[in-house]
C-alpha cells in the first residue's frame, strides 16, 4: 500500500490512482487503510489518505491551489 510508505512519490502515485481510475473502491481502501494505521499505531496514514481523496473531490493540491487551469 502507497499510503503505509507515506513518501513524496507514493503521495503523487496515490494521485494519479484516483485521476486514473475515479471509480475506485474507497470504502475498501479505507477500511484496509485504517487496519494498518492502527495495526503499526500510525494514525496519519489514514489522515494523509483522507487528505489526497478530498483534495481530489475538490481539484485542489495540498498546496491548497486548483489543479484545474483558468481559462
Known sequence: ???????DRDFADIEG???AHPRLDLSRIRTWSRAFAEGLEMPEIVE????L???HHTG???KGRSKRKSK
Open 60 to 62: 485542489t493540491t495540498k
Open 1 to 7: 500500500m502507497k499510503a503505509i510508505a507515506r513518501r
Open 53 to 55: 481523496i478530498a483534495e
Open 48 to 51: 494523509d489518505l483522507e487528505r
Open 17 to 19: 490512482l484516483l485521476k
